[in-house]
């Protein structure tokens, strides 16, 4: 595979270091020097990987071409670029739907939507995928998880569940603060609450049902339920549920 990025952030390079860190097969990575030093760093780790002097030559040496760009500048960018029908990309910009993409890149066959993260970098979350495609599947199937979703409803609900990293963080954060006002030193309640999380998660891979996992993490009239039936009584998990809509109406253009 020769696979290429126009657009050299976060996103790019967490998908590089995880290819590396799983040893995944590839030709070639070409990387845009849109972030110059990013861009030379990842290529210091592997001879496969070189920077080019364009986006157009970013293309010129690929295959599969990822579209790491940010929505503000893409139609601009894209603009600039003379796609091939053999080329297959794969946008990883956030809101720009089939619609706008087909007609931005009409001469290209193969476009799919994905949503990588930046876990991706140990091989470890979910990257989501509309329409299916075998190709792409397998590429982020190797840096954790392919999950291909059916429409772009679908896709479109993952990428508003994504808003929820920040407050991911805020909940152990207040946990943390918590903790603090109880005496206890802020860095042995931020190990504390980062090794339990991570214990947490590793119980996801089971593949049970969330709420299974719930009723199991419950004994009737303890500490887990009496915080479960507290939130839920005054309707936390609700407001949650309320905040992902509106930014689904927001995803969707209805806000």
């Not at 998908?15 to 990575?29: C, D, N, P, S």
């Not at 599969?64 to 091939?84: N, T």
């Not at 979910?126 to 982020?140: M, R």
Request: glycine share 6%; net charge negative.
């Amino acid at each position: 595979m020769r696979l290429g990025f126009v657009g050299t952030g976060v996103i790019t390079e967490a998908i590089v270091t995880g290819l590396l860190k799983v040893g995944a097969q590839f030709e070639h990575i070409a990387l845009s020097n849109r972030s110059a030093k990013k861009a030379a760093q990842l290529a210091a780790k592997d001879k496969r990987i070189s920077v080019c002097e364009s986006n157009q030559a970013v293309l010129d040496q690929s295959d599969v071409v990822c579209l790491a760009i940010i929505p503000q500048i893409a139609h601009e960018v894209i603009a600039e670029l003379k796609f091939q029908p053999s080329h297959r990309v794969i946008s990883f910009v956030a809101g720009m739907n089939m619609d706008e993409l087909r007609r931005a890149m009409p001469e290209v066959d193969n476009i799919v939507r994905a949503i990588p993260l930046p876990a991706t970098a140990d091989a470890l979350g979910a990257t989501t995928l509309y329409p299916q495609d075998k190709i792409a599947s397998e590429l982020f199937s190797q840096i954790g998880v392919a999950v291909e979703v059916e429409n772009e409803h679908q896709f479109d609900c993952i990428s508003a569940a994504t808003a929820t990293m920040a407050s991911f963080y805020a909940v152990l954060e207040s946990q943390a603060q918590w903790l603090v006002q109880q005496g206890l030193a802020y860095d042995k309640a931020r190990a504390f609450l980062a090794g339990y999380s991570q214990g947490l998660a590793h119980g996801t891979n089971s593949g049970a049902p969330f709420t299974e996992l719930i009723d199991h993490c419950m004994t009737p009239g303890g500490i887990n339920e009496q915080v479960h039936h507290e939130l839920t009584k005054r309707g936390n998990y609700e407001q949650y549920q309320e905040a992902l809509t509106r930014v689904l109406d927001r995803i969707e253009g209805r806000a």
